[in-house]
């Protein structure tokens, strides 16, 4: 049974920063992108970043440019996303998300994606 576990999160001051990790288990998914999407209240979930199979190809929503970055680690099945400078508007929950698409690109919407986290709430205060 495929797992991803999402761990970090929880409640920021403005400009602080947050790590969030998503370890899968299950399976491997070395050859497949991973993603981290958001989805705050009254909102459509949306990608914020995302990586392709091997890591050299990453995907960035333009309001988190210069401020988070992906990582993936797959001798740990495992993505990271790092987010400083953070922002009253990056208050959403956070899944990870990994992509249906073998050596594929960096998913970009959720319908790209089979399997999920289960969201982990950032808060961000001003």
């Known amino acids: 049974q495929v797992q991803l576990v999402q761990s970090g999160g929880g409640l920021v001051q403005a400009g602080g920063s947050l790590r969030l990790s998503c370890a899968a288990s299950?399976?491997?998914?070395?050859?497949?992108?991973m993603g981290w999407f958001r989805q705050a209240p009254g909102k459509e979930r949306e990608v914020v970043l995302s990586?392709?199979?091997?890591?050299?190809?990453?995907h960035y929503a333009d309001s988190v440019k210069g401020r988070f970055t992906i990582s993936r680690d797959d001798a740990k099945n495992t993505v990271y996303l790092q987010m400083n400078r953070l922002k009253p508007e990056d208050t959403a929950v956070y899944y990870c998300?990994?992509?249906?698409?073998?050596?594929?690109?960096?998913?970009?919407?959720?319908?790209?994606?089979?399997?999920w986290g289960q969201g982990t709430q950032v808060t961000v205060s001003s």
């Open positions: 998300a990994i992509s249906s698409s073998f050596l594929g690109p960096p998913p970009l919407t959720s319908d790209e994606c089979d399997y």
């Open positions: 299950g399976r491997t998914f070395t050859r497949y992108g």
């Open positions: 990586i392709n199979w091997s890591g050299g190809r990453t």
